[in-house]
């Protein structure tokens, strides 16, 4: 199984910070990685698919990068409601995996 | 809109068999891959299975023994079925949907549905 890691764990920043949030494959993966946005008591809310194409109605404060094995989600200016757990997950090789998540809090 | 609806039991007793309906709305699910994620509580997100087409589908090597997903075009349905269920099948269980004819993936989700194994 490809084992997917989240890095940090957990962040806590400012209102208007940058925060980058990075996850790596144990393997390639081509593109095919997604970010999920959850919040307590929600589903998850899909931000991004093929590691760089919002969805339609996310803003633009979210992107993503990557290919292969390394890949980043960056919120450019961080704002009270982002705070929420993100997952990644890659799509290319079953199992699907997801990864362990990284908490964002407002500092 | 596409709009998902997971229902199914609540509590289901160990050893039985957890089934859960995801009723989808606003378009046909023909048109959808059609995924199963569970998250127990104050846990990460767990994905359980992909239905592609009848007779293709893949499962989670963990659970592959116990699960089956299967779709009700009639009904514009998805079904999970986990057999022999034990308190770590507690969780929420979520379906999600991406379009066959898009890039996209997992862009429609439902609400989740709380199942907890208990007797």
């Known amino acids: 199984d490809i084992q997917m890691t989240q890095s940090p764990s957990s962040v806590s920043a400012s209102v208007g910070e940058r925060v980058t949030i990075t996850c790596r494959a144990s393997q390639g993966i081509r593109n095919y990685l997604a970010w999920f946005q959850q919040k307590p008591g929600k589903a998850p809310k899909s931000l991004i698919y093929?590691?760089?194409t919002l969805q339609s109605e996310v803003p633009s404060k979210f992107s993503g990068s990557g290919s292969g094995t390394d890949f980043t989600l960056t919120i450019s200016s961080l704002q009270p409601e982002d705070s929420a757990t993100y997952y990644c997950q890659q799509y290319d090789i079953y199992p699907f995996t997801f990864g362990p998540g990284t908490k964002v809090d407002i500092k | 809109q596409v709009q998902l609806q997971e229902s199914g039991p609540g509590l289901v007793r160990p050893s039985e068999t957890l089934s859960l309906m995801c009723s989808v709305s606003?378009?046909?699910?023909?048109?959808?891959?059609w995924t199963w994620i569970r998250q127990p509580a104050g846990k990460g997100l767990e994905w359980i299975g992909h239905f592609i087409i009848t007779g293709k589908t893949n499962y989670n090597p963990s659970l592959k023994s116990r699960v089956t997903v299967s779709v009700d075009t009639s009904k514009n349905q998805i079904s999970l079925r986990l057999d022999s269920v034990t308190a770590a099948d507690t969780a929420v269980y979520y379906c999600?949907?991406?379009?066959?004819?898009?890039?996209?993936?997992?862009?429609?989700w439902g609400q989740g549905s709380l199942v907890t194994v208990s007797s």
């Open positions: 093929s590691a760089s």
């Open positions: 999600a949907g991406a379009s066959k004819y898009s890039d996209n993936w997992l862009d429609h």
């Open positions: 606003g378009d046909s699910i023909s048109n959808y891959y």
